[in-house]
């Protein structure tokens, strides 16, 4: 998380650097924003490999934690098997947070009680890993 922010405030224009950002004073050219993800997304990694069956997943879902000092590479944490992965290979779900917290609702305030979401509505777009 820390890697995460030192990535973000190196990238972030300075008044002291007379509007330039660290990383534009030290490379002397513009820092790509496209890359920029928000920490803690959902997202998929690619789990192709040489030896995989048709009925294999070809994607582990995981949570984007921030980028690898050095290297063209994201840091996930993965889902399923709990383990910190390095990669460049991901579909990213920006809108999706698995670990955020869920808002308490006041069962006096909504008189039909708490509302269930239909879990088919929380699955990411198909469209998504087509892109």
Known sequence: MVTHAIFLINRIPNPLLRGLSPFEKLHNKAPDY???KPFGCLCYVSALTHQQHKFDARAHASVFLGFKIGMKGYIFYALTNREINVTHNAIFSELTF???????????????????????LSLPLLSLLFH
């Open 34 to 36: 496209h890359i920029l």
């Open 98 to 120: 698995p670990y955020q917290s869920q808002p308490q609702i006041n069962p006096s305030v909504s008189p039909a009680g708490p509302i269930h979401e239909d879990p088919l």
